[in-house]
């Protein structure tokens, strides 16, 4: 879901309100489990040596707000970036893409590892699991690594599909029932 160094990834424990996150400049590749950060919920670095990703605070912002997410993964994936490079919401097209909720919104462009990121994201997610960064990537969110992770690539498969169908034309919409329907299906009754 992202080529190189790029994108971030972050898994919260609750009981220890400490976070790890995949460090700054790392190819993933080459990780190993001591170059993972630990960190407090005031961005402060509790274990590791590394530097952690310069978007730790759009991380802990989160876990900060939302009891209902533990963990966050951050991408550059392809589809997804266009989507976010042209401003687009992804609108309810697909039923799968309701994994991530009603519609998956697009921030504006703000510097990435800023503060004003880190705040501008948490309001696109809000009663919502993903967001798309402006000009930028995705970000996804969910109760385990797992889950946050699914949903990163269901968006990226509806984002693809989303592009296609533009190409086309203009996709044919859920309807409000077939909506509520398809949150109730994947938060309702947890379906990954």
Known sequence: LTKGTGGNISSFNRDMNLFAITPSSMDYFSLIPENIVVMDLDNNIIEGSA??????????????NRDDICSVVHTHSEGATVMACMGWHLPPFYYLNMI??????????????????????????KDR???????????????????????????????NIYIKCRM??????????EIEEMLEVFHGKNYI
């Not at 909720?101 to 994201?121: F, M, N, Q, S, V």
């Not at 086309?168 to 029932?177: A, D, I, Q, Y």
Request: aromatic residues 8%; neutral net charge; charged residues 25%.
């Open 129 to 159: 699991y993903a967001v798309y960064l402006g000009n930028h990537g995705l970000l996804s969110a969910g109760k385990d690594l797992s889950r946050a992770f699914k949903i990163a690539e269901i968006i990226e498969t509806a984002s």
């Open 168 to 177: 086309l034309g203009s996709p044919k919409l859920l309807t409000e029932e």
């Open 100 to 125: 991530g909720g009603r519609d998956i919104r697009c921030i504006p462009y703000i510097k990435y590892g800023t503060e004003k990121l880190a705040e501008e994201a948490l309001a696109g997610l």
């Open 51 to 64: 530097k952690p990703s310069s978007e730790y605070a759009m991380h802990s912002i989160i876990y900060r």
